[in-house]
């Protein structure tokens, strides 16, 4: 786990760094969720909309509608296929995707069409960490500690 200004970014995911998603090959699927930078400037999660499983997806779509008190946005798709499941803990527990991003705090799992195009469109290990890095910097952005 690499720590970018007090953001965790884990060096084994994918990352749409503009869009602040991650998304990691699970077999022949692929989970995605939230990065540590997103619920950070979201600040308290206070609800989640998840869409649903079954569906076929396009890259940039929205897989959820995330809302806190300063924020209501879509967690966009890093990838094109269809929607295997989605995490419905988070409609009960939306501050999972404050306490453990990268883990209990996944979005949903996505079968892709074509995973190596869609992975060469993403940036992973010290890459990504660096892009996201000249990212947070270029923004101004500082996780909480």
């Not at 803990?89 to 306490?99: E, F, R, Y």
């Not at 209990?104 to 992973?124: C, H, I, K, M, Y």
Request: aromatic share 6%.
């Amino acid at each position: 786990m690499s720590r970018e200004n007090g953001c965790d970014l884990p060096e084994d995911l994918y990352y749409l760094v503009e869009k602040h998603v991650w998304a990691r090959l699970d077999g022949d699927e692929v989970v995605v969720g939230l990065t540590d930078v997103a619920q950070n400037m979201a600040k308290t999660i206070i609800s989640v909309s998840l869409k649903a499983a079954g569906k076929s997806i396009r890259r940039g779509r929205s897989l959820a509608t995330v809302e806190s008190g300063k924020w209501v946005g879509p967690v966009p798709c890093p990838v094109e296929g269809e929607v295997i499941s989605v995490n419905e803990h988070l409609v009960a527990q939306p501050g999972l995707l404050n306490s453990d991003p990268y883990g209990e705090g996944w979005v949903a799992r996505v079968r892709p069409n074509d995973w190596a195009s869609d992975a060469a469109e993403l940036v992973t290990g010290v890459d990504g960490v660096q892009a996201y890095r000249a990212f947070l910097d270029a923004e101004g952005i500082v996780c909480s500690e």
